[in-house]
């Protein structure tokens, strides 16, 4: 975890620690220290974009030199189509805003680590302005039936004995929701979605 302020590496440190169990975590404050770090071959390296000295966006590089085999995913608290774009086109395997739920964050980290493809929504939709498909059709069906019953206030739980899909499976389709609208919470999610006219 690379990320240049200690509260909000405090508070995902034990995000992570409660969503994911025996998971061993190393934290540095820049891109300088992580260099030092002992740790032999991380699966994951959280990076933010914004750091002291070399940004994150151009130690995507520095990161895979080290460590290989090692899966980049990008946090920043501002996701521009731009950043979000380069970072991707650098190597990055997702991008996550710092806005996003618990939930959110530890969603993608599941889908990196099990070598699932991420949708091509995981990070703010990357399209130039007034162009694009409407948002119904980069949902997929599944994504609006779970669309439909997150509106209704249904946990991931229900959500899931619903559709007969497991938690965790709810829980990434809720992912990649939340970032097609380019939102960072459900509630937000019904708003948009009643907004949009996806839901009734």
């Known amino acids: 975890m690379i990320d240049d302020h200690a509260l909000f590496r405090c508070g995902l440190h034990m995000v992570l620690a409660a969503g994911i169990p025996?998971?061993?975590?190393?934290?540095?404050?820049?891109?300088?220290?992580?260099?030092?770090?002992?740790?032999?071959?991380?699966?994951?390296?959280?990076?933010?974009?914004?750091?002291?000295?070399?940004?994150?966006i151009e130690g995507i590089a520095l990161v895979k030199r080290k460590w290989p085999d090692v899966a980049v995913i990008m946090l920043s608290s501002q996701?521009?189509?731009?950043?979000?774009?380069?970072?991707?086109?650098?190597?990055?395997?997702?991008?996550?805003?710092?806005?996003?739920?618990a939930d959110t964050i530890l969603a993608v980290i599941d889908q990196v680590r099990r070598g699932l493809p991420m949708p091509s929504a995981a990070s703010p939709t990357l399209r130039a302005p007034g162009t694009g498909?409407?948002?119904?059709?980069?949902?997929?069906?599944?994504?609006?039936e779970v669309l439909d019953l997150m509106c209704q206030g249904l946990?991931?739980?229900?959500?899931?004995?619903?559709?007969?899909?497991?938690?965790?499976?709810?829980?990434?389709?809720?992912?990649?929701?939340?970032?097609?609208?380019?939102?960072?919470?459900?509630?937000?999610?019904?708003?948009?979605?009643?907004?949009?006219?996806?839901?009734?």
């Not at 998971?23 to 002291?52: K, N, R, T």
């Not at 899931?160 to 919470?185: D, F, K, W």
């Not at 459900?186 to 948009?192: D, K, L, V, Y």
């Open 133 to 144: 498909d409407p948002d119904t059709q980069r949902l997929t069906p599944r994504q609006c």
């Open 79 to 101: 996701a521009e189509s731009q950043t979000v774009a380069l970072a991707l086109e650098r190597g990055a395997a997702a991008f996550v805003s710092k806005a996003a739920t």
């Open 155 to 200: 946990s991931n739980k229900v959500i899931g004995r619903r559709l007969n899909l497991s938690e965790n499976t709810v829980r990434g389709h809720v992912q990649a929701i939340l970032a097609t609208l380019q939102v960072s919470s459900r509630s937000e999610a019904g708003f948009a979605a009643r907004q949009r006219g996806l839901v009734a």
């Open 22 to 56: 025996g998971l061993e975590v190393a934290e540095a404050a820049s891109l300088e220290e992580a260099m030092h770090c002992a740790m032999a071959s991380p699966a994951l390296a959280l990076l933010d974009v914004h750091l002291q000295g070399l940004n994150g």
